[in-house]
């Protein structure tokens, strides 16, 4: 049982860091923000079973963070482009 906790924990390791990049690519951040979620429920999981585990402390750390960024970069994306067309629409008198 040990050994699935500590893939689970690495697992939720692995897709936090994962989320941390995807802040990087705008319009692509609501898959950094599905991936933290996926991180966040099994780091937690682990951490209920086995607190001290710190794989998966710093796996639900990185995954809060990257969901918070992933969030804030998608929605400064989608406020931009939403600037964008509703410019475009004065533009060119839809």
Same mark, same amino acid.
């Given at each position: 049982m040990e050994n699935q906790n500590n893939n689970k924990a690495t697992a939720s390791l692995?897709? /936090?860091?994962i989320s941390l990049v995807f802040i990087f690519f705008n319009m692509y951040? =609501? *898959? %950094?923000?599905i991936l933290a979620i996926i991180g966040l429920v099994l780091g937690i999981q682990v951490q209920k079973e @086995?607190?001290?585990? %710190?794989? $998966?402390? $710093? /796996?639900?750390?990185? &995954? #809060?963070? /990257?969901l918070a960024l992933c969030a804030l970069s998608f929605i400064a &994306? $989608?406020? &931009? *482009? /939403? %600037? #964008?067309? @509703?410019?475009?629409?004065? =533009?060119?008198? =839809?």
């Amino acid at each position: 049982m040990e050994n699935q906790n500590n893939n689970k924990a690495t697992a939720s390791l692995v897709l /936090g860091i994962i989320s941390l990049v995807f802040i990087f690519f705008n319009m692509y951040a =609501f *898959v %950094g923000i599905i991936l933290a979620i996926i991180g966040l429920v099994l780091g937690i999981q682990v951490q209920k079973e @086995s607190p001290e585990n %710190g794989t $998966a402390k $710093a /796996g639900v750390i990185l &995954c #809060i963070i /990257g969901l918070a960024l992933c969030a804030l970069s998608f929605i400064a &994306c $989608a406020l &931009c *482009v /939403g %600037g #964008i067309v @509703s410019n475009l629409r004065y =533009f060119y008198r =839809f």
